[in-house]
């Protein structure tokens, strides 16, 4: 079925330093979502990204879809110890329905203050 | 208040014992959504239901059944034949034409 990798697992950075999370799929997505998820709480979406190419930007956060819309990227400017958490992408379920999502396993962003 | 919400945070069990987790939402959302988190797996969709009186499986549904008699309600009982129930289990919601999904604070199973 419908597969969404994401690397790194785990990222640990220094409060101030950049974080980026990649996101790949062997198929092409009508769209991929980023959601985060505080440690001990429940995800929270943030943003969804449809277009080929698209870039979208909330504060430091910059959300990347790639050409092939087979790839995304999530890019934190300079960390803060609130960014920290477990960022998911997810994409259509199998056979590109919307219905569903498949999760990526996340990458776990730790930040030291 | 709108939300969803699941109850109880943290529920213990013996092993063999069925258990039912409960999922309300007064979003008035026509989808709702299981999922079981376990460390380093993400989330796995469990079942899934788009309106009222229907649902489907999703990726891991043995051992797990559902029902879905109100909209509002979508209760996930864990039966005594899914093998490694200990798990985080979080229920969402989501309105129709809109891909986001909602989410409740989860449900913490552990199974001694």
């Known amino acids: 079925g419908q597969q969404v990798m994401q690397i790194p697992q785990y990222q640990h950075v220094q409060e101030g330093e950049d974080f980026t999370t990649y996101c790949n799929s062997s198929?092409?997505?009508?769209?991929i979502q980023w959601y985060k998820q505080r440690p001990g709480g429940h995800p929270v979406f943030l943003i969804q990204?449809?277009?080929?190419?698209e870039v979208k930007k909330q504060k430091r956060l910059t959300f990347q879809f790639g050409e092939a819309k087979k790839n995304s990227s999530l890019h934190i400017t300079a960390t803060q110890t609130t960014d920290v958490g477990t960022y998911f992408c997810?994409?259509?379920?199998?056979?590109?329905?919307?219905?569903?999502?498949?999760f990526g396993k996340g990458t776990l962003l730790t930040v030291n203050p | 208040d709108g939300g969803i919400t699941q109850s109880p945070k943290y529920l213990f069990r013996k092993e063999g014992q069925n258990v039912t987790l409960s999922c309300e939402q007064n979003?008035?959302?026509?989808?709702m959504y299981w999922y079981r988190q376990d460390p380093g797996q993400g989330l796995r969709l469990i079942y899934y239901?788009?309106?009222?009186?229907?649902?489907q499986k999703g990726d891991i549904a043995e051992g797990y059944s559902v029902s879905r008699e109100k909209k509002e309600s979508f209760p996930l009982t864990v039966t005594s034949a899914q093998k490694n129930p200990t798990a985080f289990y979080l229920c969402?919601?989501?309105?129709?034409?809109?891909?986001?999904?909602?989410f409740g604070p989860g449900t913490r199973l552990t199974v001694l």
């Open positions: 969402a919601s989501r309105p129709s034409g809109i891909n986001e999904q909602f």
């Open positions: 198929t092409t997505l009508s769209n």
């Open positions: 990204l449809v277009k080929s190419g």
């Open positions: 997810a994409g259509p379920g199998s056979g590109g329905s919307n219905y569903k999502l498949t």
């Open positions: 979003l008035n959302h026509d989808a």
């Open positions: 239901s788009q309106i009222v009186n229907d649902f």
